[in-house]
């Protein structure tokens, strides 16, 4: 059984042409030996069983169905189809698109002359498709690139574009023309002519405001030479209706809006953001939360970050305490679970809760900070000491320089916060109860180190998610199960250490700190580090001048320098030089911990609200007049867009064609850019579910692939519309394989379709999906299998056509008998078949013969069917030729390839060529393996059973 990748071949054609159809995987039986013979037909043949269908079967159309279904069965065949095989294809869907012209077929069609790179072809279906959609913008801007492309130079296809965008072209719907005059700005750019590019960029963007390349290239390019912060927001805001739904343009808008110390307006661009994250199930990213968590300390102050965080802190805390208690009142082993109080922050947040409580004047919060950073560092420095306790790939050198990095920052850091906690002491544990955990077991200034119960965890808000990191603890003590006896502490004393108070620094403390660093590692004198904490140490030692000498040097290489610095001209009475310093500081890193304090000094200083002044309300103002809908586009696609999906008709004859009708309209009130990565998906996922009779298809339903991008934007309330053939691919073999029962069948829609590793398949990123009504199909009546040759021998060219769909369902998916075995056809059965369609085949018209050729299976398939793979030899219609050769010639050396090859016929000629040389190479195709056998697809299963897609969710069954 062979399993192609319908997905594959179905996506690069959606990439390169409008729309593309899904593949389907193959299933044939292998070729046996031929057997030539011939066989006469009755001389009177009985009466045909009248068939179901009352609709005229219109032959042409059904002989087109079956080719496009024959091109995707062959190409689907391909590992890696080449540009070969997609002439191929253009070359047999140019036969289908002849007898049935249908507009899918003209586009799948386009899609497989992109591929082959055929650019004549290519713009002839361009102007096709133009007749039957004169608005398919796409298309349009399709056709125009293709005759630029002709162009020699750089130059001549810009003075095309002149041309294009000048008054000649004003008929030219807004939106192609604003692509054009971004592709003009391009070429300008390309021949160093930047003013042209200044002005075809304003084009652009002023044409059509959904141009997201134009309005991206016009805030790269403004920021690049304009220091104005309301003007790159003012793009930006062009940017945002351009691509609503993009996520970085809002986390653009939102570091802006911050920047200029409108933290309100930020936190409502943050928020939505998040919930873009949390509508698709994801966790907002770290960076994304601590920055929101600096635009509320703006809005509400320090307090609210230092809240924040204790409540992080108190709450691993206590679900700690409850699991050690669990464990302990279970008799489990507690060995590597950490005590409460060894639940710590990353150093990094913990410099963040401490400064924030010193900059809210929470010193119980603080000194608990300032102590959990010294027992944080020391047992990271531990973790460094021991090579059985640091990462594998780390070497002592690393090591080294890791542990002083930490011993600097924590000196730096004291000295910042002008608090300062001893080095730890070990002492003998003493006893104490779980149940009475403090959230912060040390003692702070002026108080006792009572513990105290920790508050009740509240329950968990609906806001985005918290800035900081979870705690972490040290790791699990050494030794086996038995080690708990010896290494824990009793259980009435929560802490292994004893912590001495926290206090404000005496002169010469953090310099005596710095002294025994140096004692201790190898300290390059110029290391930035070691002079940025040797300038706190001075700074808080009172030796001012001794600071500047030490922050000036490394200004421009440590943060903690310039805050340092601003802090010694604040502390010397230099306003002008603290305010200049802490502007910088401001302005380089908006959403940070040393931008925030800045901020808080310049407001300080400055005596004013707003330290950017009128920038600050021109910001807020910009903020105010984003739409508020905005707000609710994480909501889902519902928010801004409609989908409506039905099939029709709702009872079909037997060979009746499903037409697949979507209707997409814009419900937001802007223009909204549509496109496979777009704020309309573009990209349609189109699956199934069938029960055939009392059983339900699962496998070989093959979800297909196309897209509805008829225009480059929607305006408010337009809708466009796509009439899809859904049976080009698996569901089409299956439904006429099974032609002789009836066929219950329902769609499902996927709009921007992405898939897990699992294989799962979910609407994109606020996307939408959607399920058609049931469809249910009528069966034919067919004669038994002794009476066929006969009926093929008089029937009309209509009934014949019925006649051979009912046919190869007998041949290739017979039904089963009581006993649950297929009554398949006995050898002789099928050459009596063949023989009679052979005896026929010259005597019919020319699009009875095609449908012969693409119904009836060859011999490849059933080796009893070889009187008709040599009746066709003796085509000479050019169109009917190349689906025989594509249905029927299954070797290389066959001569009638190579009779074809020199025929001369501009159709036919290199068409066997490329088959030649493809069957040379071993590659299979349609004649060497067929359509797929849906034999043993049709699943045994109960009336009402699930007939869902893989990754599809509820029922298509009933």
Known sequence: MLNTSPCRAVCLWSALAIASAGFLDASATAASAFQPAVSTPPAAPPEAPKPEQSAPIDIKELAGRNIVRITFADLGLQDSPAARDHKIAAAILGVAQELWSEENVARWRLGAATAAEDHTLAEELCRELLRKDPKDTVIQLRLINLRLAESDTAEARLEQLRKLLGPAGESIDASVRSRLAMDAAGLCQQLGDDKGFVTFLKQATTLDVTNRDAAATAVAYYAERVEDPVGRLELLGNLLLAEPTDPETQIAISRELAALGAFAESIRFQDNIAAMFQHEGMAVPLMLARERMFSRWGVEGPQSVVKEINLQVQTYRLQTARQREAMEAALVSTVGVPYPHEVRLEPLIERVRLVAAIEANDMITAAASAADLRATVAARLEELADPRLRQEEMDENRARELALALELGLIQTYGWANLY??????????????????????????????????????????????????????????????????????????????????????????????????????????????????????????????????????????????????????????????????????????????????????????????????????????????????????????????????????????????????????????????????????????????????????????????????????????????????????????????????????????????????????????????????????????????????????????????????????????????????????????????????????????????????????????????????????????????????????????????????????????????????????????????????????????????????????????
């Open 421 to 958: 906690v001893a080095p730890i002491v070990k002492e003998a544990p003493a006893p104490a109860k779980l149940d009475a955990v403090p959230a912060n077991s040390i003692q702070t200034p002026g108080r006792s180190a009572a513990p105290t119960t920790p508050p009740p965890v509240p329950a968990p808000a609906p806001a985005p998610a918290p800035a900081a990191v979870p705690p972490t603890s040290p790791p699990p003590a050494a030794g086996g199960p038995d080690a708990q006896a010896t290494s824990r502490p009793p259980a009435d004393d929560p802490s292994v250490y004893k912590q001495p108070p926290a206090f404000a620094p005496g002169p010469e403390v953090l310099l005596s700190e710095i002294d025994r660093v140096l004692a201790t590692y190898r300290v390059d004198p110029a290391d930035p580090d070691l002079i940025t904490a040797r300038g706190w140490a001075m700074l808080r030692a009172n030796r001012f001048d001794e600071a500047l000498a030490a922050f000036k040097p490394v200004f421009d290489l440590r943060v903690s320098a310039q805050i340092g610095l601003a802090d010694t001209y604040r502390a010397k009475g230099d306003t002008k030089s603290a305010i200049e310093t802490y502007r910088t500081v401001w302005r380089a890193a908006p959403q940070t911990l040393d931008a925030m304090v800045a901020y808080a000094r310049l407001r300080e200083l400055l005596g004013t609200k707003d330290v950017e002044g009128d920038l600050s309300q021109r910001a807020r103002r910009f903020a105010a007049g984003i739409p508020a809908w905005i707000d609710r586009l994480p909501e889902g696609g519902q928010m801004f867009m409609d989908i409506d999906f039905q099939a029709t008709p709702v009872r079909a004859d037997p060979l009746e064609r499903t037409l697949l009708t979507v209707r997409l309209r814009n419900s937001s009130p802007v223009p909204l850019g549509i496109g496979s990565d777009r704020a309309i998906n573009s990209q349609l996922l189109i699956g199934s579910s069938m029960e055939v009779g009392l059983s339900s298809v699962r496998a070989y339903l093959k979800p297909e692939v196309t897209s509805i991008a008829r225009r480059l934007r929607l305006m408010p309330n337009e809708v466009v519309e796509l009439k899809y053939w859904p049976d080009a691919g698996s569901a089409g073999w299956v439904v006429e394989e099974c032609s002789d029962r009836a066929v219950r069948q329902r769609w499902r829609l996927m709009q921007g379709f992405v898939q897990d590793e699992g294989g799962v398949l979910s609407p994109g990123a606020l996307c939408l999906q959607r399920e058609s009504n049931a469809q249910v199909r009528g069966s034919l009546a067919t004669p038994p299998p002794a009476d066929i040759p006969a009926r093929i021998a008089a029937a009309t060219e209509p009934e014949l056509a019925a006649l051979v769909v009912a046919t190869r369902a007998k041949l290739l998916n017979p039904i089963d008998d009581s006993t649950g075995i297929p009554m398949r056809l006995t050898d002789p059965e099928i050459k009596a078949i063949a023989d009679a369609a052979a005896a026929r085949y010259p005597t019919l018209s020319r699009e009875s013969r095609m449908l012969l050729l693409a119904v009836l299976p060859p011999a490849a398939v059933l080796a009893p069917m070889k009187p008709f793979d040599d009746a066709v030899r003796a085509e000479t219609d050019p169109a009917a030729a190349i689906i025989m050769l594509a249905t029927h010639i299954a070797a290389a050396t066959d001569p009638l390839l190579a009779q074809w090859e020199n025929s001369g016929d501009p159709r036919v000629a290199p068409f066997a060529t490329l088959l030649a040389q493809r069957l040379g190479e071993g590659m299979m195709t349609y004649a060497t393996r067929g359509g797929p056998d849906v034999y043993g697809m049709i699943a045994a299963s109960k009336p009402g059973q699930s007939t869902d897609l893989p990754g599809f969710s509820g029922g298509g069954g009933r």
